[in-house]
């Protein structure tokens, strides 16, 4: 399977928890973003990388909230002392480099509850 | 910032039927994406359309980049077509990062 992956699929944990989700892109593809999903609510953006380089971060990412792409291939999101409005479906997504067509895809994304 | 409206929020059909979903942005856009989501909460590309028409068997979409809207067109509809449809730009300036609207939800029933 050569499509964006993600792990876990699935996460609970306890409010004030830290968690830590990965995203491992499309092998060629050098752009990757993060979107978060609220129920019945379309994705909304958060942050974005270019290689190894962290370029853009949403207001909606919050001090609790860091990314990082360590090699420019998979990349990490964590929640520190995580909140109930936490809760969400986490998205990747990856696309090729700038210039071309940017067409994103998605990965299956990380559920996330917080008790 | 730009605002994406998806019309209608919600549609129920009869398997077979035809139907017509609509885009509309407030903004030029660089690039435009069709998505479906599936129950399971998976995007999956339908078309990157940021003008023109393009199909893809049952389904086809129209971008009409001037006047800032798109269509996306699903005929003889089955139940698989199920879920939540979403249109997705871009804007110049930015990073390439998707604004979504709020989808339309399509209910094929049998």
Redesign the interface.
Same mark, same amino acid.
């Given at each position: 399977d050569t499509g964006v992956s993600q792990n876990p699929r699935h996460k609970i944990t306890k409010r004030g928890q830290n968690v830590t989700f990965r995203c491992d892109p499309i092998s060629e593809h050098n752009r990757l973003y993060w979107y978060r999903q609220t129920l019945g609510q379309g994705p909304e953006f958060l942050t974005y990388f270019q290689n190894e380089a962290q370029l853009e971060k949403s207001r909606l990412l919050s001090d609790r909230f860091s990314a990082e792409r360590p090699k420019g291939s998979f990349s990490t999101l964590e929640i520190q002392r995580t909140e109930q409005g936490d809760s969400a479906m986490y998205l990747c997504a990856s696309s090729l480099r700038p210039g071309l067509n940017n067409e994103q895809f998605f990965g299956p994304g990380t559920r996330l509850t917080v008790l | 910032g730009i605002q994406?409206e998806q019309s209608p929020p919600d549609l129920i059909l009869q398997e077979g039927a035809n139907s017509t979903l609509r885009c509309n942005f407030s903004d030029s856009v =660089?690039?435009l /994406?069709w #998505?479906h989501q599936n129950p399971?909460? /998976? +995007?999956i =590309?339908l078309f990157?359309i940021p003008s023109g028409t393009k199909q893809n068997g049952r389904l086809s979409a129209t971008t009409v980049a001037t006047e800032r809207y798109s269509l996306l067109y699903i005929s003889s509809s089955q139940t698989t077509d199920s879920g939540v449809y #979403?249109c997705?730009v871009?804007v110049g300036g930015? /990073?390439? =990062? +998707?604004? #979504?609207?709020?989808?339309t939800k399509l209910s094929v029933k049998p």
């Open positions: - | 994406v =660089n690039n /994406q #998505f399971w909460g /998976q +995007l =590309n990157y #979403f997705a871009t930015s /990073q390439g =990062n +998707l604004i #979504f609207g709020k989808g």
